[in-house]
C-alpha cells in the first residue's frame, strides 16, 4: 500500500513559528503581537486560495485584525 501524502510546510516564517513560538509555550499567540502575526500568516496564505473572491474576503478580515490587535499592541493594551 503507498503512503498517504505529507504536508510539507516550507514557508520559512512559519517554520520559525513551529520551532520557537507554537511548540515551546501553548499559550502563543494570545498576545496582540502574537495576533499580528497570525494575521500575518493567514493574509500571506491566502495568496494560494485560487477562488479570488475568497482571497479577497480573507484578506480582508486578516487585514482588519493586524489592524485592530495593531492598535492594541500600540497602545500598550
Same mark, same amino acid.
Given at each position: 500500500?503507498?503512503? %498517504? %501524502? *505529507? *504536508?510539507?510546510?516550507?514557508? %520559512?516564517? *512559519?517554520?520559525? *513559528?513551529?520551532?520557537? +513560538?507554537? $511548540?515551546?509555550? %501553548?499559550g502563543w499567540g494570545k498576545s496582540h503581537a502574537g495576533q499580528v502575526? =497570525? #494575521?500575518?500568516?493567514?493574509? $500571506?496564505? #491566502?495568496? @494560494?486560495? $485560487?477562488?479570488? $473572491? #475568497? !482571497?479577497? @474576503? =480573507? @484578506?480582508?478580515?486578516?487585514?482588519?485584525? =493586524?489592524? !485592530?490587535? +495593531?492598535e492594541k499592541l500600540s497602545a500598550g493594551l
Amino acid at each position: 500500500m503507498a503512503n %498517504p %501524502p *505529507l *504536508l510539507t510546510v516550507t514557508n %520559512p516564517w *512559519l517554520l520559525w *513559528l513551529f520551532l520557537h +513560538g507554537w $511548540e515551546g509555550d %501553548p499559550g502563543w499567540g494570545k498576545s496582540h503581537a502574537g495576533q499580528v502575526a =497570525i #494575521a500575518t500568516a493567514i493574509h $500571506e496564505l #491566502a495568496n @494560494q486560495v $485560487e477562488d479570488a $473572491e #475568497a !482571497r479577497k @474576503q =480573507i @484578506q480582508a478580515v486578516a487585514a482588519k485584525s =493586524i489592524a !485592530r490587535s +495593531g492598535e492594541k499592541l500600540s497602545a500598550g493594551l
